[in-house]
């Protein structure tokens, strides 16, 4: 079964910088689609970046647009997400999470609830 584990998460200034890292197990086929989700407190939970596994189309937030980047390792092991000039908006508990067979836009808006998720990393952006 797969499963996902975040990491790279902590506290930074406004303006600083921080890679989040997804941890892809028990994965045997490639048509999953894996995404970075946020919530903040008193917040719904929002769809922030996704990719397929092959590496194909992403999608982007409009909030994160030109800061954040995700990627994954040529090995389909993880999933990374590159996060420059961090605001305090951007504060939240981060969430990987994976779901079969899903364009990265359906995924990411919410209309289709992604049905793997990680136990999530705190970013806390705050000077």
């Known amino acids: 079964q797969l499963q996902l584990v975040e990491s790279g998460g902590g506290l930074v200034e406004p303006g600083g910088s921080l890679k989040l890292s997804c941890a892809v197990s028990g994965m045997h086929h490639t048509l999953y689609t894996i995404g970075w989700f946020r919530q903040a407190p008193g917040k719904e939970r929002e769809g922030v970046s996704c990719i397929t596994v092959t590496d194909g189309p992403t999608y982007y937030a409009d909030a994160v647009k030109g800061r954040f980047t995700i990627s994954r390792d040529h090995a389909m092991t993880t999933v990374f997400l590159q996060m420059n000039n961090l605001k305090p908006e951007d504060t939240a508990i981060y969430y990987c999470?994976?779901?079969?067979?899903?364009?990265?836009?359906?995924?990411?808006?919410?209309?289709?609830?992604?049905?793997?998720w990680g136990r999530g990393t705190q970013v806390t952006v705050s000077s």
């Open positions: 999470a994976a779901s079969w067979a899903t364009p990265v836009g359906t995924m990411c808006s919410g209309e289709a609830a992604p049905g793997i």
